[in-house]
């Protein structure tokens, strides 16, 4: 992934290719606002999260004013309007979740990485971040990282999970 | 029988008049002799400040609304750290009644009264008093109060950062 | 027409009224937040509990949400409704912190009246609270996030009734803040409306921060001075102050709201330079002097040179009675009839329209109802923003709008926008007649087109036209094209009394005729009421009015003309005194006096403290309603009866007597009157290489009034002449370059501004006040030369 | 030797000036009795601050009224707002005329008796002149034009027209037994008994009818204050409400010494020379007058009528028959 510009040196959020569908897209639409949602997630995909200019950016691109962006970013836990670590990890903290153990999964998870709820891992690997339901009860406990969802967790699932994520990366 | 008992009853009338007549007065002559006024007596009003110094007057109009005889008045204007302040405050004396409705309505407990009830005087205008005659270097009552450390306003401390207040939120912070 | 019991007590009510208002008609309080009548309901806050007991409907409900049929039953004393409202209000409480004493919004709080009235009296909640960070939302609006309960109005007004897109919500759950996405100023020429919307203290009135409670305020219903749209508004006064205007409601112009010029223009009554005393030669004097001087003066010239020699300007800023009080005095010392407005264009527009509008008036809320609108020269944000406001109505009830302009017109909603050359627009108003534009380029015929099909089809169309652009010529076209197409007319004029002065001048002289006059030497003594001639009038009027024996004005504010007076009598601010205005679409509007006029305390010299001994006398008390020094001349008694007899014997005044402030006004009888002799404009030769310059009305700083806010001064656009991009490229100006505009008279410095959605070849600038610009007649044509640079100027 | 009329008139003179003096400054200490007497009966010292005792008090009073402000409605009647104090003065004034405060003095060889003018219908001339009173009153309450005024005002008619009454039929026994209307002469038949021990019910009759006459409490409803401001005197200030005030308190005195000269036998006494005896029967009523101020508290206006013409009118006749009586058997 290329998130500097080669000629400026500076972050890119978006390729100009992307962002040129986009404009098409919007063009095409009666209602630009229907592509917020997939241009905020293009730029997050890209940049890691969405910072002030990646709203101004998207504003610009379908022709809306930014708070109209915001709006809908902050709404969204998912969209991140801060800086995260390269993964994320929502941990279900749901009456589901937390009758099985959650409280414990969400210690170990603590201990393991070293930081609380909303901190990143110094390596910058790690974001823990609690959510309110993943929709996962039947599995719970649960946990979502990225797009795949972890259900019945224990200590070794953990440890396994974050191993391999943390092996994926390196 | 009832004119006999009207005649007593007008006879007995006349007669405590005129005993009466010849008791000692319980007049006080007041400029010579001088009353010692009952600890919860409460009459001239002054300003007080909060523990930290500052004036506890934040000039919100309630004690000149509460006021009966519309004898308070001021104009509200903003210091620059955000803190509301009276810029004149004025009571009249000559109309006040010492009812006690402006400390009662007083939501930052500014506006107290003292035992001082000798505020005569020969010109009126001299009874038209300022915030400077106003405003003592003292709490009064309730010592420990200081409005701004509860309204939220973010005078004293900063915005969030009063005992009874959780810390500016964000939205666009990552945390639920 | 269902009806239904609400605490046994019945009431009838139109379909689709909701159970809330049936209580609300039978004078039932309940809380609500989120219901407002403009805003409608949406059931969001909760607070509206009722039982419904028997009908249709049953249990516990929130009456907004439940439409009013036959037959409910409905119990809002319930002890469950009773129970469940308590206990919203004390959630809603829970995070609102104890600042009353030092939030504007105590004693006129929604929030604290709910809050008593939801039966939450003693706050239980002793943990943290929640609190935020404010933004800085520019001159007009202070936020205090904390103190927000959510309800959400904020945005449905600013998003949803007034079309701005730069304020919203942000975040989720118990994390909402409303908001901009940076700090910064609030963009809608309506954001004033957060703070009569909100129910609480969160947004606030910053130009009236901590200045008055709202229980000292001395407030009265009136109307409006800014435009002819004659919006209901309430302004408030303390300590001779004028300190906030605030909006009143009047469902069939205004509705709820009001634009920011109407609530924070009011600065120009307590204008530093206003003089507030009679003067003679640049003398102050007493009022029994000057009259005295006055009839002196005025005599002298009557006996030397007849009465004909004595000519009147009102002005459509005058009241009603003024105008009326004006012809009675022409006529009964035979001076010339009086002029009521001295631009005339406007004048001949006004005349035209006032002559012809009968059947065709619509008011603004027949415009919000309308299904299709074509508009005509008309800006509605820059020269009458409300009619935005109602446009903007129409179009989310699924109104088709029209607009043809030479500027760039910006509307708060969607809009198909075909940009003309002001020359075009006769020809386009009667082409939709014909329904023939042979005189346009293929691709307009085919917009043309389908725009007078579309009004063909309507079943409510209303052609909404500026008066300015028109003209006398286009708005008699507009008229003939309003009757044979069968549609509403709406032409906005010069004035908030254009349309009084009107129907009071009819078929009479002009200023063009006064003019001549005076240069000829034929007047002597000349009578300005709340005109000014050097600005608003002809390019000749200077050279006029120095050939006069005698100048008097009457004015509340200082213009060129009020300087050069010989006699000044100083006159009230429209908030100062009570009168009638005439809007325009001949709604005959009474307004009341909010406060009497005088030297505000903050002025008197001592900081703002009043003075420390007592007098009988107001300083700077002296001005009086213009109408009342007509009265003192006249010897006519100082009421408004007489005056209002005298104008109801024609029959277009009929039952003006009965209106009061703050109603709804009503129409002027439509009765034959007549309009001025038509008259075609002659354009002026222009030399070679200019431009066509088009000097319009500007939102802000350029009604006379406002202009002189100094509230207003941020917004004040900068002087600049707008061109399209191809006219600059051609003459190679770049966008934000310094150019030099020469006029036959006048020799500017602008910015240039390019503009793409603007008709080429044009250019446009704001009549800004305060600048030579001024002095360019609004709506016509000045040909000049726009010229790269101008450093030497 | 002087000539006879001119010693007549320097005797006239000079009672004339002793008189008007008397009263004035009688009148005007009266005032201050009342107020220190009714202090001390309400445990209160009176005025006290104005001369040693608040002896200049009067003084003080008359400096104030002279000084405030002479105020006149703007709707009234101004002649007669003008007229109306003066004519409750003066009718008091005047009636002293004919009352004898002492027993004849030798002075210049010639026997003067101590009276202004010894009328043989002294009597009369009183009952006339307490009845022109009234129109002070009236013509001061009609005057103001101001509704509290004018019913203070009525109610003094009412009041005056019904106590007069029993107070003229009171007087009736008293002439039946002195066989005159000349006051020396009825002074002079009491020389060895007061007529109020011979016909104590006359006596009670009249005295309560002075009482009300004078319009003092109980009888003050003319000028209830708590009612109708200050009655008929409500829009007087300055001097002219003092000479309605004035008025009132030599009317008392008048009272006073009428009670005196016709039941209490005028100047008769042992030891004491007979003015002094006069005047301290006059004190003595005039301070029944005070005491009942400070003890009863004021009828109402249908008690006040009904107690006039039901109770003391028929006492009064029924006095009138049986003295009558009682007088014609003692002759035959």
């Known amino acids: 992934m290329e998130t500097v510009n080669q000629t400026t040196g500076k972050d890119v959020l978006l390729p100009d290719d992307t962002i040129e569908a986009f404009r098409a897209k919007a063009a095409d639409t009666p209602h630009p606002r229907e592509l917020i949602v997939d241009l905020l997630r293009a730029i997050q995909d890209h940049h890691g999260w969405v910072p002030d200019a990646g709203i101004e950016l998207a504003a610009q691109t379908l022709g809306l004013s930014p708070l109209q962006l915001e709006e809908i970013a902050t709404f969204y836990d998912k969209i991140y309007r801060q800086p995260v670590g390269r993964k994320v990890i929502h941990l279900c903290d749901s009456i589901c979740c937390w009758t099985t153990g959650g409280e414990q999964v969400a210690e170990l998870l603590r201990d393991k990485l070293g930081i609380g709820f909303g901190e990143t891992t110094p390596d910058g690997v790690f974001t823990l971040l609690p959510t309110c339901c993943l929709g996962a009860c039947g599995d719970a406990p649960a946990m979502m990282i990225g797009l795949t969802t972890y259900g019945r967790l224990t200590a070794e699932k953990i440890d396994t999970i974050l191993r391999e994520i943390r092996q994926q990366i390196d | 029988m009832n004119l006999i008992r009207g005649i007593k009853g007008t006879a007995q009338a006349y007669w405590i008049t005129l005993r009466t007549m010849f008791r000692k007065p319980v007049t006080i002559q007041y400029p010579e002799q001088k009353r010692q006024p009952f600890p919860r007596y409460r009459a001239r009003i002054v300003l007080t400040r909060d523990p930290d110094g500052g004036e506890r007057c934040v000039a919100c109009y309630l004690c000149s609304a509460a006021c009966p005889v519309d004898c308070i008045s001021m104009q509200a204007a903003e210091a620059k750290d955000g803190r509301r302040y009276a810029e004149w405050f004025r009571i009249n004396f000559t109309r006040c009644i010492f009812c006690g409705l402006c400390t009662e309505a007083c939501p930052t407990r500014a506006i107290q009264m003292t035992s001082d009830y000798e505020i005569c005087n020969r010109d009126p205008l001299d009874l038209v008093y300022e915030k400077t005659d106003l405003l003592i270097d003292d709490t009064g009552k309730d010592p420990d109060y200081n409005f701004y450390r509860h309204a939220g306003i973010g005078v004293v401390n900063p915005r969030g950062g009063n005992e009874d207040e959780k810390p500016p939120a964000d939205v666009r912070d990552l945390l639920p | 027409m269902p009806t239904l019991t609400i605490d046994n007590k019945s009431i009838t009510v139109p379909d689709g009224t909701n159970v809330l208002e049936a209580a609300q ?464 007319l709406f032409v906005t004029l010069g004035g908030p009394n254009s349309y009084g002065g009107a129907l009071l001048s009819e078929d009479g002289p002009d200023s063009e005729e006064m003019i001549e006059a005076a240069l000829e030497g034929e007047i002597k003594a000349l009578f300005c009421i709340e005109a000014d001639p050097l600005t608003e009038g002809p390019a000749r009027s200077a050279r006029a009015l120095g050939q006069l024996e005698l100048l008097v004005v009457c004015d509340h504010m200082v213009n060129r003309t009020a300087r050069s007076a010989d006699i000044f009598l100083p006159t009230t601010a429209p908030p100062e005194a009570a009168g009638t205005y005439i809007n325009n679409e001949g709604r005959m509007l009474p307004f009341g006096g909010a406060y009497a006029p005088g030297l505000p305390l903050r002025d008197i010299g001592e900081g703002g403290h009043p003075p420390r001994t007592f007098s009988n006398i107001t300083t700077g008390g002296e001005p009086r309603p213009a109408w009342a020094i007509l009265a003192t001349l006249l010897q006519r008694p100082l009421d408004f009866d007489s005056i209002h007899h005298g104008l109801e014997s024609d029959p277009h005044f009929a039952g003006l007597g009965l209106l009061s402030p703050g109603g709804e006004g009503r129409r002027v009888t439509d009765a034959g009157m007549l309009p001025p002799a038509a008259q075609p404009e002659f354009p002026h030769s222009a030399p070679e290489g200019s431009l066509p310059l088009l000097v319009v009305e500007a939102l802000f700083g350029t009604e006379p009034l406002s202009s002189l806010s100094p509230a207003l001064e941020p917004v004040i656009p900068e002087a600049a002449v707008q061109l399209h991009p191809t006219t600059a490229a051609r003459l190679g100006i770049s966008d934000g370059e310094t150019v030099s505009l020469r006029t036959e008279l006048e020799h500017l410095r602008l910015t240039a501004r390019t503009e793409a959605e603007m008709v080429p070849g044009l250019l446009v600038a704001y009549r800004l006040r305060g600048t030579p610009l001024e002095l360019l007649p609004v709506g016509k044509i000045t040909p000049c030369l726009l010229e790269k640079g101008g450093n030497d100027a | 030797m002087m000539p006879d009329w001119i010693i007549t008139a320097i005797l006239v003179a000079i009672k004339l000036g002793f008189v008007l003096a008397l009263l004035l400054t009688g009148a005007a200490y009266l005032v201050l009795a009342e107020r220190k007497l009714l202090g001390r009966m309400q445990l209160r010292y009176g005025p006290n601050r104005v001369g040693p005792f608040g002896l200049m008090q009067p003084l003080a009073d008359a400096v104030k009224l002279l000084m405030k402000e002479d105020f006149i409605p703007a709707q009234g009647d101004k002649v007669l707002f003008f007229i109306a104090p003066g004519i409750a003065a003066v009718t008091a004034l005047i009636t002293f005329a004919v009352i004898p405060f002492g027993p004849p003095l030798r002075l210049f060889g010639r026997e003067m008796p101590l009276v202004v003018c010894d009328l043989n219908i002294g009597l009369l001339y009183f009952l006339g002149l307490s009845s022109l009173a009234v129109y002070g009153i009236a013509l001061g309450g009609w005057a103001s034009n101001s509704k509290y005024a004018l019913l203070g005002s009525i109610r003094a008619l009412a009041q005056l027209i019904s106590y007069e009454l029993s107070m003229g039929l009171s007087i009736v026994p008293v002439v039946l037994m002195a066989r005159s209307f000349s006051l020396t002469e009825i002074v002079n038949a009491q020389t060895h008994i007061p007529f109020a021990l011979l016909n104590p019910p006359a006596f009670l009759v009249f005295l309560i009818s002075v009482l009300a006459e004078s319009k003092r409490t109980p009888f003050d409803i003319p000028e209830a204050e708590n009612e109708i401001v200050a009655g008929f005197h409500t829009e007087y200030s300055g001097m002219r409400f003092g000479m309605f005030f004035v008025g009132e308190y030599i009317n008392v005195i008048i009272l006073s010494s009428m009670v005196t000269v016709l039941f209490l036998g005028g100047w008769h006494g042992p030891l004491l020379p007979g003015i002094v005896w006069f005047f301290g029967k006059v004190m003595l009523i005039a301070f029944l007058f005070i005491w009942t101020r400070g003890t009863l508290p004021r009828f109402r206006y249908d008690q006040l009528m009904h107690f006039g013409w039901k109770v003391l009118v028929p006492i009064a006749l029924l006095n009138v028959v049986v003295t009558g009586a009682i007088l014609l058997l003692l002759q035959g």
């Not at chain 3, 509990?49 to 037959?71: I, R, S």
Request: glycine letters at 10%.
């Open chain 3, 25 to 488: 008609r039978l004078g039932i309080v309940i809380p609500h937040f989120c219901y407002h009548e403009a805003l409608g309901a949406v059931g969001a806050c909760r607070l509206c509990a009722m039982m419904f007991e028997e009908g249709p409907v049953k249990g516990l409900q929130m009456a907004c949400m439940v439409t009013a049929q036959d037959g409910m039953q409905i119990s809002t004393l319930h002890p469950e409704a009773q129970e469940l409202r308590s206990h919203v209000i004390e959630w809603m409480m829970l995070n609102h912190p104890h600042d009353c004493p030092v939030c504007d919004e105590g004693g006129e709080c929604q929030l604290q009246d709910m809050t008593i009235a939801g039966g939450h009296g003693r706050r239980r909640y002793a943990g943290k609270k929640r609190t935020w960070i404010n933004q800085d939302l520019g001159p007009f609006v202070v936020q205090e996030m904390n103190r927000c309960i959510q309800c959400y109005r904020c945005v449905r007004t600013y998003q949803d009734y007034c079309g701005g897109d730069d304020f919203g919500v942000m975040g989720s759950r118990n994390r909402l803040f409303f908001g901009r996405f940076q700090p910064g100023k609030l963009e809608s020429p309506f954001s004033g409306n957060l703070v009569d919307v909100c129910p609480t203290g969160v947004f606030t009135d910053k130009t009236f921060r901590f200045k008055t409670r709202y229980w000292d305020i001395e407030e009265a219903p009136a109307v409006c001075p800014h435009c002819s749209l004659g919006c209901t508004v309430i302004p408030g006064a303390r300590y001779r102050e004028l300190q906030r205007v605030r909006a009143g409601v009047n469902r069939q112009t205004n509705g709820f709201f009001i634009c920011d010029r109407s609530r924070f223009g009011y600065g120009y009554a307590n204008h530093r330079e206003r003089i507030r005393q009679p003067n003679c030669q640049g003398a102050a004097t007493s009022w029994r002097e000057a009259l005295e001087h006055l009839k002196e003066r005025l005599g002298k010239v009557v006996n030397e040179y007849g009465p004909l020699s004595v000519a009147i300007v009102g002005s459509p800023r005058s009241s009603l009675e003024c105008q009326a009080l004006l012809r009675e005095w022409t006529r009964e010392h035979g001076y010339r009839p009086p002029l009521f407005e001295i631009d005339n264009r406007r004048d001949r527009t006004a005349r035209i329209l006032a002559a012809g509008l009968g059947k065709q008036a619509r008011s603004m809320a027949e415009i919000a109802d309308s299904d299709c609108l074509v508009m005509l020269g008309s800006d509605p944000l820059n020269e009458a923003p409300l009619l935005a406001l109602a446009i903007r109505q129409a179009v989310r009830n699924g109104c088709h709008v029209t607009c043809l302009d030479p500027r760039a017109v910006k509307l708060p909603c969607a809009a198909s926008h075909l940009p003309v050359q002001p020359e075009q627009l006769l020809p386009a108003i009667n082409g939709l007649v014909a329904n023939r534009f042979e005189e346009f380029e293929r691709q307009d015929q085919l917009f043309l087109e389908g725009a007078a099909e579309r009004l063909g089809r309507a079943e409510r169309p209303v052609l909404v036209g500026g008066g300015d652009l028109l003209g006398p010529e286009g708005t008699e076209a507009l008229l003939k094209a309003a009757r044979s197409l069968n549609a509403g």
